[in-house]
């Protein structure tokens, strides 16, 4: 686990009650999983592993899923996620390296990743386009789970000829949502956001 944020495989977790970033993680595993078309969340569970998809051989749908990590939130409900070992998403995403995900699933080359961080201030770091492209070149989406309070960020190509700056785009947006959880961690406020 790479400060709360889905690594491709994360294993380690105990079988006590979750710490408040592996929670995050569950959070936004499956939130990712419910937000990307074609996207495979594998949950180990120790004998096994439960597939969360859309797919008609999937253990779980990612809406059930979901739904179930909401009723788990409930104070009395049973928490079956804290039999969760580890986690993995796959299918359409392909993972670039700490929780930065690769998708071909919509109709152009896309960049995901998840985060707890409020909508807009997700929207006023990816406003600061300091790389100089005209504002259609890469688009970015942020789509809000407000119940599971997390969000699923999709950067796109918007125009053509900017393909091969995608990646850099969605590093360097993904590096700046992570500074700022990691600043709202550490020091229980905001930082950059607010200027």
Known sequence: M???IPNR????MSEQR?????????RQTVVLAHAVPGAELRMQTGD????????PSADVTPCQARAALLAAAVPGNVDCFDLVAGVELGGSLRDLGGGLYW?????????WFATCLPPDDVAGLAARNQFGLPGEAITCAVLVDAEVAVSAVRLRVGLAGYEDRLDEVARWLFGEVLVEELWREALGASSSVDG
């Open 48 to 55: 096994r592993d439960l597939v969360v998809s859309r797919h």
């Open 18 to 26: 979750r710490t408040g970033a592996e929670r995050a993680l569950l």
């Open 103 to 111: 998708s071909s699933s919509g109709p152009a080359p896309e960049r």
């Open 2 to 4: 790479v400060l709360g």
């Open 9 to 12: 495989k994360v294993v380690g």
